[in-house]
């Protein structure tokens, strides 16, 4: 079992930056893959990026290529999403989520899901 604690999310100008953290509890932590996803008010939750539990694959959904960043860092059972360039499309709950094994890409996959944290971009 993990249980997971989103935190760092706030309001932000628009090309602002944010780092999201995960803080995960549960000792084979280094062995779950981790998801970033988001929901904006009225729509469906989306992925963001993912990290394999090596942190050797990495996913990012297109709308964010290039400005967000994810990374881990096991030994602290973390891992974060660092945002540049916020745009005001940005603004949601953002979600991190856990799954043992292969890193995937879609919500289904995903068994352990924190609380979530807001971000609120203004334009």
């Known amino acids: 079992q993990v249980q997971l604690v989103e935190s760092g999310g706030g309001w932000v100008q628009a090309g602002g930056s944010l780092r999201l953290s995960c803080a995960a509890s549960g000792r084979t932590f280094s062995r779950y893959a981790i998801g970033w996803f988001r929901q904006a008010p009225g729509k469906e939750r989306e992925s963001v990026a993912a990290i394999s539990w090596s942190g050797g694959r990495i996913y990012y959904a297109d709308s964010v290529k290039g400005r967000f960043t994810i990374s881990r860092d096991n030994a602290k059972n973390t891992v974060y999403l660092q945002m540049n360039s916020l745009k005001s499309e940005d603004t949601g709950v953002y979600y991190c989520?856990?799954?043992?094994?292969?890193?995937?890409?879609?919500?289904?996959?995903?068994?352990?899901w924190g609380q979530g944290t807001q971000v609120t971009v203004s334009s």
């Open positions: 989520a856990a799954r043992f094994g292969e890193v995937r890409t879609t919500k289904y996959d995903y068994d352990y």
